[in-house]
């Protein structure tokens, strides 16, 4: 019988947020370790573990596996959460990519100065709102089904929940103008697994604080200001 999946990342949300959220949402228990030193990280890149010489690390089914969007990918098959046939997959693959393209103008906010940081937000809001959250909204009441792809649960739905609690979390009555989306937001929280993850006391990481900040710098040596997008 295979261990469970382990990860090497900080101890925050970052790139491995996503990989927490859908191996949650299948059901899956992981281990993690998390990164403290720079000697921790070093060490894994002089054993081999980091094929592109980052992070994250995810040990699964034998295989030490980076790139987010792989390790995403297999665990979405694995698990049956990648559609039902090729044009389904296409979809689910349309949807997490433009999920991931809002999620990029979050990923380095923790990393801004403190006047950036109120410019990304509106940034980030006004993306949400005027070229995101509109796609997800009319694909909802077109099809009038409980999931964005094939009426079933799949990778998308977990992917566009964790972008709808990140921007809520910059302005909290963003849903206030997408129904289906608010309605969306309730159904896909309310499955066993998932609300098993948002509950106090998961691996969910909360929202990045100067601690995660300052370790992720440290670690990955750092040296250079991030810009607001």
């Known amino acids: 019988m295979a261990g469970k999946p382990k990860l090497y990342y900080f101890n925050g949300r970052g790139k491995m947020e996503s990989i927490r959220w859908l191996l949650a949402a299948a059901g899956v228990e992981f281990e993690e370790e998390f990164l403290e030193t ?3 990280y ?9 094929l592109f010489q980052q992070v994250p690390l995810v040990e699964i089914d034998g295989m ?3 790139q ?6 297999y665990i979405a098959g694995k698990y049956n959460l990648y559609g039902k046939d090729l ?6 693959d349309m949807y997490v990519g433009g999920t991931d393209d809002l999620m990029g103008f979050i990923l380095m906010f923790p990393f801004l100065s403190a006047e950036d940081k109120e410019k990304q937000r509106a940034t ?10 509109p796609v997800y909204e009319k694909v909802l009441k077109d099809h009038g089904q409980s999931f964005l792809v094939g009426n079933k649960f799949s990778w998308a739905d977990v ?10 979390e910059k302005k909290s009555d963003v849903l206030s103008g997408f129904p289906q989306l608010q309605a969306f937001k309730a159904r896909i929280s309310s499955i066993p697994t998932i609300k098993k993850f948002l509950e106090p006391g998961s691996q969910r990481k909360p929202v990045p604080d100067d601690k995660y900040v300052e370790t992720v710098r440290r670690v990955l040596r ?6 607001a997008n």
């Open 64 to 66: 030490k596996m980076v």
């Open 87 to 92: 044009k389904e997959r296409a979809l689910i």
């Open 222 to 227: 750092m040296y250079y200001d991030i810009k």
């Open 42 to 50: 070093e060490k894994l890149l002089q054993g081999g573990s980091l």
């Open 124 to 133: 980030i809001v006004q993306k949400a709102t005027s070229r995101y959250f």
């Open 38 to 40: 720079r000697e921790q």
């Open 68 to 73: 987010t969007r792989a390790i995403l990918s």
């Open 159 to 168: 992917h566009l929940l964790e972008a709808i609690l990140m921007v809520e």
